[in-house]
């Protein structure tokens, strides 16, 4: 391993990760917060519930009561005046659901002098729930939306369908109330009514586009399932204020300052990358083959959200697929490819990511690991685990999406 290229990197990612934190995002945000002469209270969803909602109870100072629904191992401590709740994701469970129901019952009863905090971020579409449909079919079609490589904006059009909390139906349950919404974005373009399925957001999408979903993935639905897709969600809403407060885009820009700062002449390529991981991978590889003739240290990002084609029965994540598949393009090289996930996890692992460089395919093979056999079981995670290659970081409190980052030392820099 090229420990130059593996310090550069992990320096790379804790820079990124530290400038998309949310609580001097939230902080901005709530100057344009104006509390009514009623209650004040937090509703908090998503994989940065926890330390939006921390953020804003030590910005405001206290709220009346409130309710945060984040993923597992996501709660970092209690937070005056909040419940918080630790539930399923990708798959919503049980948690999810019963975390859900108290937040609805939260803010029932609720009149035009109070107002609804409500705190949103990427992962919201499995931690935010309340079924129309039962709990188990609901789950069954979440795992094959994931199975058949269904991109975030397909899934939410489906799932907001089959909710009584998405497209837009929290805010008309919270009504008189008025919503402030603060939503930390995790999709590319930052279509608001797709963040988290957008429980507080007028739904853009149709019933025919939801349809049209389920027969492209030839989806098992029950007659009852089908049948909601067909319900029109809510196309106007009167009592929310939205705000973004992060994007994939500062994620991108933060990465490209620090490799500058290390002496990286970088180029952001893309931060709507969108399209499958291997292949990312494979044509990050193709860019550092193309300049490796350089004088002078390169870097290429990419931000974005990769998808994983369900192939095998292994374990990984998009981004340990995406640094996986360019081993073998730079094989040899004084180069490295890594890939990482904001919110500190990727897939069903404990990893945020994975890093390969010019020595890796040559220490798979010593493994007796063959790349693409691996993919082809999608288990990277046991792959780059044997080479020493996966990055941890730990949950991270935030989630805007994903960075990938190609690096190419000339050899007379070495």
Known sequence: MNTTLRKDADQIIAASLKAVLPDEAVFRAL?????????????????????????????????????VVTKYGHVKGEIPGVTCYEAGHPVPDENSFSATRKAVELVQGLTAEDRVLFLLSGGGSALFELPLVPGPELQDITGQLLACGADIVEMNTLRKRLSGVKGGRFAQLCAPAQVF???????????????????????????????????KYQLKLSAEARHLLTQETPKTLDNVTTQITGSVRELCAAAETECRALGYEPMILSDQL??????????????????AGSKKPLAFLAGGETVVHLTGKGLGGRNQELALAAAPGIAGLDACVFSVGSDGTDGPTDAAGGYVDGASAAALKEKGLDVFEVLQNNDAYHALQAIDALIVTGPTGTNVNDVAVALLIPSEVR
Do not use: H
């Open 31 to 67: 100057k344009s917060f104006r509390p009514g002469t009623g209650r004040t209270l937090l509703v908090a969803a998503g994989k940065a519930a926890w330390q939006m909602a921390n953020a804003a109870v030590k910005a405001l100072g206290r709220v009346d009561d409130g309710v």
């Open 181 to 215: 919404s603060i939503v930390l974005s995790d999709i590319l373009g930052d279509p608001l009514d797709m963040i988290a399925s957008g429980p507080a957001v007028p739904d853009t999408s149709t019933c025919a586009e939801a349809l049209a979903i389920a027969e």
């Open 274 to 291: 969108c399209c499958e991981a291997r292949e990312a991978g494979s044509f990050l590889a193709s860019i550092l083959r193309t300049y």
